[in-house]
């Protein structure tokens, strides 16, 4: 009983790495690497990704059509959650798109500036860092891991990669599952929430950080902080709780949203001046200001929201395959597209809007 107790709490304890993950498929080889992007932003685009196999569609139509323009893998061996193209972050800023996966295994990160051509974000064959959230801003890419593996930041389209250590930051503390997000606060503000309430605040595009902390521990289950109206909030999944910050992330403050008996909340959005949460159990909830909140109409689809310069919405939720789009600011919804298959590889989970180069004929 001992032997087998100890193997447990072995395998629990390395978990977060290739040994006790499931078996990781396997990474393409025929992607070039990164570099020589060159972002001209001449036409706007929305793009989606999946929780797993980093399949991606792009609509150039506002919307109403998709197109998928990269698929890694279309193995299941990961269930969605482990290995390389386990997919955690898709971003957007000054023109790239970049995706991010690989949790439990070295990070895969590509991007491009046209939406349909594909590269490896790094100009040199190297191994990356494992991600568990994504932000940019500022044409400044941050991906977010744990305590072990920190934060990795790129100012140059994604052709380098600086690491930022977490470990004099925690000064014998520790932290896991960091969620990480970008906010217009003053020039521009990176705000990384993880476990045991940690809080790394940067308020110079990822050069410098510092540390605080939560008013309340919370253990785990924290949403991506979102930015708007000049405050951050996130979502304590555990808990139902909000966190809220109006300095940049420097300090907090808990509130409630009214979503009781609830636990599991599918995150934050901030679209048409409001922040938007959603939950499985109820149609969710708006704040202009995170503080005070009403209800959002029973219609109302769940998940994630991102919004074009043209006011269309689309929205796309984890664990379901299809893309849902309003062009009345969140009144009325329709089904524009459903992907062909189950399972995680199929779950369009991350969406973004920007503007792009036209594609090449």
């Not at 995170?290 to 939720?317: C, M, Q, R």
């Amino acid at each position: 009983m001992k032997t087998l107790t100890l193997s447990f709490a072995l395998c629990f304890a390395l978990s977060y790495t290739a040994i006790c993950a499931p078996k990781t498929v396997n990474p393409r080889h025929d992607l070039p690497m990164g570099g020589n992007l060159s972002p001209k932003m001449q036409e706007p685009v929305f793009a989606v990704v999946s929780k797993q196999g980093m399949r991606i569609f792009t609509s150039r139509d506002d919307g109403k059509t998709w197109k998928q323009t990269f698929l890694a893998s279309d193995e299941r061996g990961d269930n969605g959650w482990h290995g390389a193209w386990a997919v955690y972050g898709m971003t957007y800023t000054n023109g790239v798109i970049g995706a991010f996966s690989g949790w439990g295994s070295p990070g895969e990160y590509i991007g491009s500036d046209d939406g349909e051509n594909w590269v490896r974000l790094n100009k040199e064959k190297k191994k990356l860092a494992s991600v568990w959230s994504a932000a940019a801003g500022k044409g400044v890419i941050l991906t977010a891991a744990d305590q072990w593996r920190g934060m990795s930041s790129s100012a140059d389209n994604g052709a380098t990669w600086q690491k930022h250590s977490t470990k004099k930051l925690l000064n014998g503390d520790g932290t896991h599952h960091m969620m990480c997000g970008y906010g217009d606060y003053k020039d521009g503000a990176f705000v990384i929430i993880g476990d045991k309430s940690q809080v790394f605040y940067s308020h110079d595009l990822a050069k410098t950080w510092k540390r605080t902390k939560l008013p309340k521990l919370y253990k785990v289950g924290q949403s991506q902080p979102v930015y708007g109206n000049g405050v951050f909030l996130s979502v304590i999944n555990r808990t139902g709780e909000l966190v809220r910050s109006d300095d940049g992330g420097a300090t907090w403050t808990v509130h409630s949203h009214g979503m009781k008996g609830d636990t599991c909340f599918n995150g934050v959005s901030f679209i048409n001046g409001e922040f938007w949460i959603t939950s499985k159990r109820h149609s969710g909830k708006k704040s202009k200001d995170g503080i005070h909140w009403e209800d959002l109409p029973a219609s109302h689809p769940k998940g994630y929201f991102v919004k074009a310069e043209s006011g269309t919405i689309i929205n796309v939720e984890t664990n379901k395959n299809t893309i849902k789009r309003s062009t009345d600011g969140g009144k009325t919804w329709k089904t524009v597209f459903t992907t062909h298959g189950k399972g995680a590889g199929y779950s369009l989970s991350f969406a973004v809007y920007g503007k792009v180069n036209k594609v090449k004929k």
